[in-house]
T-cell receptor, first 114, second 116 residues
Framework: AQSVTQPDIHITVSEGASLELRCNYS??????LFWYVQSPGQGLQLLLK??????LVQGIKGFEAEFKRSQSSFNLRKPSVHWSDAAEYFC????????????FGKGTRLSVIA | ETGVTQSPTHLIKTRGQQVTLRCSSQ?????VSWYQQALGQGPQFIFQ???????GRGNFPPRFSGLQFPNYSSELNVNALELDDSALYLC???????????????FGPGTRLTVL
């Protein structure tokens, strides 16, 4: 069965510092991988996705993520965090085709301090 | 292009009542998926509708039911509400061309349901 683990429930970083949010997945084949962000009271916004090809993917708002098959990981990074990045971040995995639903991790809450 | 919209934004019900949540798909999309996001959790798949028929269901009891209309908008109905049904309910629309490509889901802002 597919599963996603986000080991960090809450992370606090200083504004301007670098960020890495961890995501590990369990899936029997090459998955589609996603990172979503959710601001308080908002729905989910897609930051980036990995389907195939280059294992380093660029997303919106200066985020990037690297797919590492050997580690079953898809960690999200940002070189310099802004206060507006404070939000909940969800990693999700999906299968190769069709409309099969996404499986989400429990999320990591990011706080940004001055 | 209009995005995914949901109504109402917030809703308060009491145990045992019934509730209907609504979702309008993004223009051109024919598939709607519903997710439940409990506090402190990631979204969990409830079910999906493709062209007015249920096209997959997660681990939710039958008192969670849905509809999709000819214009591809959708409703989520929950009967006999329980306290644990309190959550943010998200819908996501996508265009299923019945090919082998993954069909990206676009999420609405959600409906916050509180059951007292």
């Amino acid at each position: 069965a597919q599963s996603v683990t986000q080991p960090d429930i809450h992370i606090t970083v200083s504004e301007g510092a670098s960020l890495e949010l961890r995501c590990n997945y369990s899936y029997g084949a090459t998955p589609y991988l996603f990172w979503y962000v959710q601001s308080p009271g908002q729905g989910l916004q897609l930051l980036l996705k990995y389907f195939s090809g280059d294992t380093l993917v660029q997303g919106i708002k200066g985020f990037e993520a690297e797919f590492k098959r050997s580690q079953s990981s898809f960690n999200l990074r940002k070189p310099s965090v802004h206060w507006s990045d404070a939000a909940e971040y969800f990693c999700a995995v999906g299968p190769f085709s069709g409309n099969t639903p996404l499986v989400f991790g429990k999320g990591t809450r990011l706080s940004v301090i001055a | 292009e209009t995005g995914v919209t949901q109504s109402p934004t917030h809703l308060i019900k009491t145990r045992g009542q019934q509730v209907t949540l609504r979702c309008s798909s993004q223009s051109g999309h024919n598939t709607v998926s519903w997710y439940q996001q409990a506090l402190g959790q990631g979204p969990q798949f409830i079910f999906q509708y493709y062209r007015e028929e249920e096209n997959g269901r997660g681990n939710f009891p039958p008192r969670f039911s849905g509809l999709q209309f000819p214009n591809y908008s959708s409703e989520l109905n929950v009967n006999a509400l329980e306290l644990d049904d309190s959550a943010l309910y998200l819908c996501a629309s996508s265009l299923d061309s019945r090919g082998n490509n993954y069909n990206e889901q676009f999420f609405g802002p959600g409906t916050r349901l509180t059951v007292l």
